[in-house]
């Protein structure tokens, strides 16, 4: 591969424990043995994937600079300098799936752009988009919510509200839950929304646990629980 231009790479990495070559491309493992300084959610889950990558890339050759929920965006003002001043080619690693959507990197990304920097996103694997993907719901508008609240009412609050968008505006809502909260949150789900709204689980996904299905609310009621408890899932609502 030629040299790699000064650009700000956004690498996707595998979702959950996969292998690499089941989700992403081999142009990504070339533009990874071309980069010495990474930003990070997570120096210990990058270092993995970059040896799951590529087990010869010399580890203690790379710099990470981590950025998180954690991270005061106030202090990352040089957090590109490799790039702005050096001219040297950065990437951007999230610990699941594509960098920067839902995920701190996009606080790099924003002042990449506003720098007027190149930023190049690759290829891989999004849980939100092949969700959409395999749920049979609209695929031309939707909404990815982040996380529901934790308070009972609130959440169901906020589910009727999701429902409702679902309806008016004919639109896919998708959100997450914490995985060991998933059982939970289908049990709420179908002790709080109608009995035709459709609703879509997709857990698990590239992995060999990988359960994607899409009932109503009525048939989630009556089938067996899911194999979800623990795994990483999105949840969708479509009306009926």
């Known amino acids: ?36 300084h990474f930003i990070v959610e997570d120096r210990r ?104 609240p934790v308070k009972p009412g609130d959440r169901t609050s906020k589910l009727h509200q999701l429902e409702n968008r679902a309806m008016k505006e004919d639109q896919t809502q998708l959100f997450i839950e914490a995985p060991y909260r998933n059982l939970k949150m289908l049990e709420t789900i179908t002790q709080s929304l109608r009995k035709d709204t459709r609703v879509c689980i997709a857990a698990g996904m590239t992995t060999k646990d990988e359960y994607i299905k899409t009932l109503t609310v009525e048939q989630w009621k009556k089938v067996k629980e899911p194999p979800i408890h623990k795994v990483p899932a999105i949840f969708l609502i479509y009306h009926a």
């Open 1 to 36: 591969m030629e040299k790699l231009k000064a650009a700000l790479y956004l690498i996707p990495v595998t979702l959950g424990d996969t292998t690499y070559e089941r989700s992403l491309p081999e142009f990504n493992r070339s533009v990874l043995r071309g980069i010495k």
């Open 45 to 148: 889950s990058a270092i993995r994937f970059i040896k799951l990558a590529d087990p010869e890339i010399d580890i203690d050759s790379l710099s990470f600079t981590e950025l998180n929920e954690h991270t005061d965006l106030k202090t990352i003002s040089s957090i590109l300098d490799p790039l702005e001043k050096k001219k040297l080619p950065m990437g951007v690693i999230s610990e699941a799936g594509c960098p920067a959507v839902a995920d701190p990197g996009a606080a790099a990304v924003e002042m990449a752009q506003k720098k007027n920097l190149a930023v190049v996103p690759l290829v891989g694997p999004s849980s939100m988009i092949m969700a959409v993907m395999a749920s049979g719901f609209n695929g031309q508008s939707f909404a990815f919510n982040g996380y529901l």
